[in-house]
């Protein structure tokens, strides 16, 4: 499962950072892929990014434009998003999410995860 952890999100003015953090915890880390998604009210969840279980891809959804950086800590399980240059309509819940790592391939779809972190809540002013 994914459990939150660190610095979690919170309200920023627009064009400020957020870095998240979730721990993932009662599986082997490397065994996984992992990802951020996000979801705002009325809206369905969406792909934030992704990275390959070993750290050597990633992926990201259009709408980052080089604003956001997946990474993962190996020693202590973690996946951090660090966001910059936010945007009000980058307000949301962010979920950090895993799937078992069949091959290199890195899903986008939500419905294809096999944890999920509880969630964290992002605001950006304008």
């Known amino acids: 499962r994914c459990a939150a952890a660190g610095v979690w999100g919170g309200l920023v003015q627009a064009g400020g950072s957020l870095r998240l953090s979730c721990v993932f915890s009662?599986?082997?880390?490397?065994?996984?892929?992992m990802g951020w998604f996000r979801q705002a009210p009325g809206k369905e969840r969406e792909f934030v990014a992704r990275?390959?279980?070993?750290?050597?891809?990633?992926s990201y959804a259009e709408f980052v434009g080089g604003r956001f950086t997946i990474s993962r800590g190996s020693a202590k399980n973690t996946v951090h998003l660090q966001m910059n240059s936010l945007k009000p309509e980058d307000t949301a819940v962010y979920y950090c999410?895993?799937?078992?790592?069949?091959?290199?391939?890195?899903?986008?779809?939500?419905?294809?995860?096999?944890?999920w972190g509880k969630g964290t809540q992002v605001t950006v002013s304008s």
């Open positions: 009662g599986r082997t880390f490397s065994n996984y892929h």
């Open positions: 999410a895993a799937d078992q790592a069949y091959s290199d391939f890195l899903s986008s779809y939500p419905h294809t995860m096999d944890y």
């Open positions: 990275i390959t279980w070993s750290g050597g891809s990633t």
